[in-house]
């Protein structure tokens, strides 16, 4: 399957990463970034990995950070709308295209 991101999920990857690397470094900012382009690349080859959770939306939680990708599957796209951290409102992203 495709990956796609949105401009909107694309950006919270981008100021979540400047947050890591600006309070634990370089280092950690990049992990976070590696982390999430792991992820990606899991759900396109498995994409019903994730949970099933709301508005036909899917949940997958990185590891060693607090967060969850929520994207949904058309066609032959896994698209992500959503980088939520788990302190998030529930329902956070799940009206995103």
């Given at each position: 399957?495709t990956p796609?991101?949105?401009?909107?999920?694309?950006?919270?990857?981008?100021?979540?990463?400047?947050?890591?690397a600006?309070?634990?470094?370089?280092?950690?900012?990049?992990?976070?970034?590696?982390?999430?382009?792991?992820?990606?690349?899991?759900?396109?080859?498995?994409?019903?990995?994730?949970?099933?959770?709301?508005?036909?939306?899917?949940?997958?939680?990185?590891?060693?950070?607090?967060?969850?990708?929520?994207?949904?599957?058309?066609?032959?796209?896994?698209?992500?709308?959503?980088?939520?951290?788990?302190?998030?409102?529930?329902?956070?992203?799940?009206?995103?295209?």
């Amino acid at each position: 399957m495709t990956p796609s991101v949105s401009p909107e999920a694309e950006w919270e990857l981008t100021e979540e990463a400047i947050y890591y690397a600006r309070e634990g470094g370089a280092e950690l900012g990049e992990a976070f970034i590696l982390e999430f382009e792991r992820v990606l690349a899991l759900l396109s080859q498995y994409p019903e990995l994730g949970a099933e959770w709301r508005n036909r939306r899917r949940r997958f939680s990185l590891r060693k950070f607090p967060f969850s990708v929520i994207y949904y599957i058309r066609n032959d796209e896994v698209r992500v709308v959503a980088l939520a951290h788990h302190s998030r409102k529930p329902g956070y992203g799940v009206n995103r295209k």
